[in-house]
C-alpha cells in the first residue's frame, strides 16, 4: 500500500520578504517530482507553504508599520501569486499560523514535556537572529555567524531543549543503513555522517521567552514562552497529513500520507532536516 502513494514537500518559506529564485527552483524541481508520479499513477500530495513565526518575520513586520499577521497575510499573496504564475501543481499551501498547525505542534510539544524527552535549564550562547540560531563559542568565526557571515550576540537566558543528544548514535545508524538511501545525493550524505560522527551532538534549544520574542506558537504548559521557529516549521510536514492531504479527515488517511516520501532541501538547511527534524 505504502507504494501507491507519493507525499513530497518543499521547506516552507519564510515570508519576512518576496520571493525569490532559489524558492522558484526547488518548487519547480518538486511540481516534476509530483507530475511524473502523477504520471505512474500514484496517490500524490505535494505540499508547499510559508513558515510565518519568528524574530526575523516580527523585525520585517515592524520595519513595515505592520503587526507579523498583518506582514504575513501580505505577503502569503505574493508566493501563492508566484505558483500560480509558474502552474505549480501543489495540491496544499499550508502556513504555520493556521490554527490546526498550531494545535498540532502544541500537542506534540506538550507530549514530549509529559514523556520526559524535554528539560528547562540556562543557556549561554551565540545567536544570529537572521539564522534564528544559536551557536557556541567554537563554532563562532571572527564574531560571526558560521553559516551566513553575518555578526552574533551573545545571550544568556533561560529555555526549554529538546534531548536530541540521545538520538546521535541511532540517526547515525539510520543513515548508514537506510535502503532506499536516506539522504541524497550521496556527498550530502557524507557531510551529515561527517558531521554527526565528528561532533558531539547537544540538545536542541526549541523555546523563546516572550520578554523577547511574542510572534511564535505559545508552550502550553509555560505560558512565559513560545516554540522557537524550526521546532514549528518542521512540524508542518506531519501536522499537513493531519488537516490538508487528500482524505485528511480521515484519522486512517492521515497516516495513509505519513511519513513523506521527499523532502527537497536546499543545503543551507541540510543540518536542520537530516538532524534536527529527524531526531524530532
Not at 524574530?55 to 498583518?70: C, D, G, H, N, Y
Not at 507530549?111 to 549561554?124: M, P, Q, T
Not at 534564528?132 to 568565526?141: D, L
Not at 538511501?181 to 550530502?188: A, C, F, G, V
Amino acid at each position: 500500500m505504502e507504494h501507491s502513494k507519493f507525499y513530497i514537500t518543499t521547506p516552507i518559506y519564510y515570508v519576512n520578504d518576496v520571493p525569490h529564485i532559489g524558492h522558484a527552483y526547488t518548487t519547480i524541481a518538486a511540481d516534476i517530482l509530483a507530475r511524473y508520479h502523477r504520471l505512474r499513477g500514484k496517490k500524490v500530495f505535494f505540499l508547499t507553504g510559508t513558515d510565518e513565526h519568528g524574530q526575523k518575520v516580527e523585525k520585517a513586520a515592524a520595519l513595515k508599520s505592520r503587526t507579523p499577521k498583518e506582514h504575513a497575510d501580505i505577503m502569503v499573496e505574493n508566493f501563492k501569486a508566484l505558483w500560480e504564475k509558474l502552474n505549480i501543481s501543489n495540491d496544499a499551501f499550508i502556513r504555520t499560523t493556521d490554527e490546526e498547525h498550531v494545535k498540532t505542534v502544541q500537542g506534540i510539544i506538550q507530549l514530549l514535556w509529559d514523556r520526559g524527552e524535554i528539560e528547562k535549564r540556562k543557556y549561554s550562547g551565540w545567536y544570529c537572529t537572521p539564522d534564528e540560531r544559536f551557536w557556541t563559542e567554537k563554532e563562532i568565526v571572527e564574531g560571526n555567524c558560521p553559516d551566513c557571515g553575518r555578526p552574533v550576540e551573545e545571550i544568556q537566558e533561560e529555555n526549554y531543549f529538546f534531548l536530541m543528544s540521545k538520538y546521535q548514535k541511532t540517526l547515525i545508524a539510520h543513515i548508514e543503513s537506510a535502503d532506499p538511501p536516506y539522504i541524497l545525493p550521496e556527498t550530502r550524505k557524507n557531510e551529515v555522517l561527517g558531521f554527526l560522527k565528528n561532533n558531539e551532538l547537544g540538545d536542541l534549544c526549541i523555546t523563546r521567552p516572550k520578554s523577547r520574542l511574542s510572534w511564535g506558537v505559545p508552550i502550553p504548559f509555560d505560558n512565559d514562552f513560545v516554540t522557537y521557529v524550526w521546532f514549528d516549521a518542521l512540524l508542518n510536514y506531519f501536522s499537513a497529513t493531519r488537516y490538508l492531504a487528500p482524505g485528511a479527515e480521515n484519522a486512517k488517511l492521515g497516516d495513509f500520507w505519513w511519513p513523506a516520501d521527499h523532502h527537497l532541501v536546499g543545503k543551507d538547511i541540510l543540518t536542520t532536516h537530516a538532524v534536527y527534524w529527524s531526531t524530532m
